[in-house]
């Protein structure tokens, strides 16, 4: 386990970086729509996605949190949730269920940031029922064909390689179809539609053709076992957007109360208006205790419960929500000049914040897996309940 120091030294390495080599990217990416490779290549050449990484089959969660927490804070928006995918779900894949010279070669390079990957797994007739995916891989001498359509691939127009969520028919299993997870190289990738969006314009989200021909290599797992890697992979994007939606909820949080100090209203600073400040206050309260369960959790603190799909799921729609509301009411504190794009960044972080109730899964689907573990106390309820059901 890392000590305290080290993780300090490790979240001012990671600011630093994304300071001198991120941020000044950003304003471009947003111009163009383009996620800037150099971005992520910037967060592998210092080392940092391989410090992340380093450890069990987890790596460092606590180093995961702090990067993810410090790219949002940064204020890097579509570029910091590009750096994450490509660090985050991406590498868990990779690292469990890839385990051949080939995807361990990919996986080297993308821990070095010099491959960008990305997750293609939504598809134009849906993104929260995976296992409906329509996308097919057949045999094709010893290795896979893979063909379809897939909707919303965040990075796909720049990444070198996609995670491909696809059926899988094989003479063993021609029914009931089979799902594979497949790493397919960007020549197989074509761009059909770049998608225009609410927000996060530097993500490079695109819908993307495949047509691509890969060696049997190229399968992560086994076959039939694409949606529980797909599902493993996904927790990791979900638990790091928690932490990154804390570190947006603390970006707006600390420019609104910075604004609440400077600007007067009624011959007071509005800081001094008590409305506001109980408000800002029950947004920052909240916050704190959103930021101690991610890092005690990620920690794994003596006592705290296990961290499984359910409690990452119940952590990223809780942070997802709080995220929401957390960056309208500070746009709100900004006035009028909050809902302006080019003096405050308050609108944009407001258009950018919403996809985090879909991206990685929606918050129905993600209460449909915290409902999957409600458990009823009939003891209690007989011993202290009179009514009759
Ligand atoms: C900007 C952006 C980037 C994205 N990037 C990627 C990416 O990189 N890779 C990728 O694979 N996908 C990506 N997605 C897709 C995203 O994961 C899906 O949009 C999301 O999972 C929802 O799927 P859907 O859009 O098909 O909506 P649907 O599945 O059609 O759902 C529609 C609505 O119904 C609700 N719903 C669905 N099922 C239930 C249920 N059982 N009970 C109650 N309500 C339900 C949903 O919550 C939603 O509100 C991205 C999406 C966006 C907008």
């Avoid at 134009?124 to 045999?139: E, I, N």
């Avoid at 997802?320 to 309208?328: C, K, L, Y």
């Amino acid at each position: 386990m890392s000590t305290t120091q080290e993780l300090s030294d490790f979240r001012e390495h990671a600011r630093t970086v994304i300071r001198e080599r991120i941020v000044p990217l950003f304003a471009e990416a947003e111009l163009s729509g383009t996620f800037p490779r150099a971005a992520f290549a910037a967060l592998g050449a210092a080392g940092l996605v391989r410090q992340r990484w380093q450890g069990g089959p987890g790596g460092d969660p606590v180093r995961s949190v702090i990067l993810a927490e410090e790219l949002a804070r940064s204020g890097a928006g579509g570029v910091a949730i590009g750096c994450t995918l490509a660090m985050e779900p991406i590498v868990a894949a990779l690292r469990r269920h890839g385990g051949n010279p080939q995807l361990d070669d990919i996986l080297e390079q993308v821990l070095d940031g010099r491959q960008l990957g990305c997750i293609a797994a939504s598809e134009p007739t849906g993104g929260s029922d995976l296992s409906g995916v329509r996308t097919t891989a057949r045999r094709e001498g010893g290795g896979w064909r893979i063909r379809g359509e897939k909707k919303f691939v965040s990075l796909g127009p720049v990444a070198d390689f996609a995670l491909v969520l696809a059926r899988t028919a094989t003479e063993e299993h021609p029914a009931p179809p089979q799902l594979g997870l497949f790493c397919v190289p960007a020549s197989g990738m074509r761009v059909i539609k770049p998608l225009r969006r609410l927000g996060l314009s530097s993500l490079s989200t695109a819908w993307i053709g495949i047509d691509a021909s890969v060696p049997a290599t190229a399968l992560l797992g086994r076959p039939g076992l694409g949606l529980v890697v797909a599902t493993h992979a996904l927790t990791f994007e979900r638990f790091a957007a928690a932490a990154q939606l804390a570190g947006l909820s603390l970006r707006a949080i600390e420019l609104a109360t910075a604004h609440l100090h400077r600007r007067t209203q009624f011959g007071r600073p509005l800081l001094e208006h008590q409305a506001l400040r109980l408000r800002l206050a029950d947004l920052a309260a909240r916050l704190t205790v959103l930021r101690h369960g991610v890092y005690g959790a990620a920690a794994g603190a003596p006592g705290t419960p296990a961290l499984g799909a359910r409690e990452i799921a119940a952590f990223k729609v809780t942070a997802a929500r709080f995220a929401e509301e957390v960056v309208g009411e500070c746009m709100h504190m900004f006035g009028g000049m909050g809902y302006l794009e080019d003096e405050t960044p308050l609108a944009r972080m407001y258009r950018d914040v919403r996809m985090a109730r879909l991206g990685g899964g929606s918050d129905e689907v993600m209460w449909e897996l915290v409902a999957g573990g409600l458990t009823p106390d009939f003891a209690a309820y007989d011993a202290d309940v009179a009514v009759t059901p």
